[in-house]
């Protein structure tokens, strides 16, 4: 069964860069057809999708965030990564990676991470 | 970027009713790639419905989805207790980039 787990600081101050690192087990993140992605979703709001990365390593990434996110992928340890620099309160929220195929749903989530900007 | 449109923000329905939410495209999705989410509180999104109208692994049948192009519909014949919760559309396919809908509140009435 195939598990996601982000972790990271769950605060990070006003201009900074929030950095998460999702772990994968039960299968490999070099698998291929698979896109590894980040979901946010800000306390009491709906859901925005971050950006993703591509088995083969290329990168997507939602327009609204794009001069901010950076996704990144490390085979070795079967993780991949978030850094979303500049953050403002704005940021705060819970994020959460997640996996879909090509032509396929998000169909595997992690719990979820809930991270604060704030000094 | 297609922009997906829910409706209504809540619905007030008591157990036992049917629930019928929409979710509305600002452009046609390509081959009917549109899912619907349930989320409950403190939970991440669960898959429900892909491909508009194909139960996801373990997704119980009182859980239907239909439309194509533009308008989908999720529909749930008889809510149990365990239905409450939020419900987000999706659209996905040959493009890497994914938008949700607004989400639509199934609440106790």
Known sequence: QLQLQESGPGLVKPSETLS??????????????????????????????IGSI??????????????????????????????LSS?????????????????????????GTLVTVSS | EIVLTQSPGTLSLSPGERATLS???SQSVSSSYLAWYQQKPGQAPRLL???????????????????????????I????????????CQQYGSSPLLTFGGGTKVEIK
């Open chain 1, 20 to 49: 998460l690192t999702c772990t994968v087990s039960g299968g490999s993140i070099s698998s291929s057809s698979y896109y590894w992605g980040w979901i946010r979703q800000p306390p009491g709001k709906g859901l925005e999708w």
């Open chain 1, 54 to 83: 591509y088995y083969s390593g290329s990168t997507y990434y939602n327009p609204s965030l794009k001069s901010r996110v950076t996704i990144s992928v490390d085979t070795s340890k079967n993780q991949f990564s978030l850094k």
């Open chain 1, 87 to 111: 953050v403002t309160a704005a940021d705060t929220a819970v994020y959460y990676c997640a996996r879909r195929g090509v032509y396929s749903p998000l169909d595997y989530w992690g719990q």
């Open chain 2, 23 to 25: 979710c509305r495209a």
């Open chain 2, 49 to 75: 419905i892909y491909g508009a109208s194909s139960r996801a692994t373990g997704i119980p049948d009182r859980f239907s989805g239909s439309g194509s192009g533009t308008d989908f519909t999720l529909t």
């Open chain 2, 77 to 88: 014949s008889r809510l149990e207790p365990e239905d409450f919760a939020v419900y987000y």
